[in-house]
């Protein structure tokens, strides 16, 4: 105010330029203010996100760990390979239970969980496709349905190339008797 009461008595354009000014640069000073605000707040994003993916590659690395302790525990005959019944008694077992809970892989269909992590149909489970089973239908229960209409759809695509290879061999025969 004092400055003002002192230049306004010699020129009211004067006084009115000097509340101009200050007002001028209150405001610079808030915008360099919120600059630095945001400049930390984007600082702050970018090591969230760097934080976001060390948890989530620090958590893939437990949860890998853990299936392959899950997989040598229901590997009872210690052949390096899991079977449907070995799979099935292990269910019994709080510990299995809570891993496929945990993982959000419903174990009351573990026949339709186990023929699709079974990708060689060798009928046994070795511990890559046990493993990389579990990553990849983990999640909810609409993920391993997906994935079995998946499989019962490239199934019925073969049946239906055999059934159309056939049907051209009859077709070749009828056409070469008629």
């Known amino acids: 105010e004092e400055p003002y009461f002192a230049v ?13 000014y200050v007002l001028l640069l209150q405001l610079a000073v808030l915008n360099v203010v919120t600059g630095i605000f945001c ?5 702050s994003v970018a090591k969230d996100r760097e934080i ?5 590659l620090t958590d893939a690395k437990t949860h890998w760990d853990h299936a392959q302790a899950i997989f040598d525990e229901v590997d009872i005959d210690l052949s390096g390979d899991i079977t449907i019944s070995e799979l099935e008694a292990k269910l019994e077992d709080e510990k299995l239970r809570a891993f496929f809970e945990g993982i959000d892989v419903d174990t009351r269909d573990m026949w339709t969980l186990f023929s699709l992590m079974d990708t060689d149909k060798s009928g046994t489970l070795n511990s890559e496709e046990f493993l990389f089973g579990c990553i990849h239908y983990r999640g ?7 994935a079995k209409i998946k499989e019962e759809q490239k199934i019925a ?3 239906l ?6 049907l051209d061999k009859l077709q070749e025969q009828v056409q070469g008797v008629g």
Do not use: K
């Open 52 to 56: 976001a993916a060390m948890t989530q």
């Open 157 to 159: 695509r073969s049946l």
């Open 161 to 166: 190339n055999d059934l159309r290879m056939q």
């Open 140 to 146: 909810n229960a609409r993920a391993i349905h997906v």
């Open 8 to 20: 306004h008595p010699v020129s009211r354009v004067a006084a009115y330029t000097l509340i101009f």
């Open 39 to 43: 400049n930390n707040a984007i600082e």
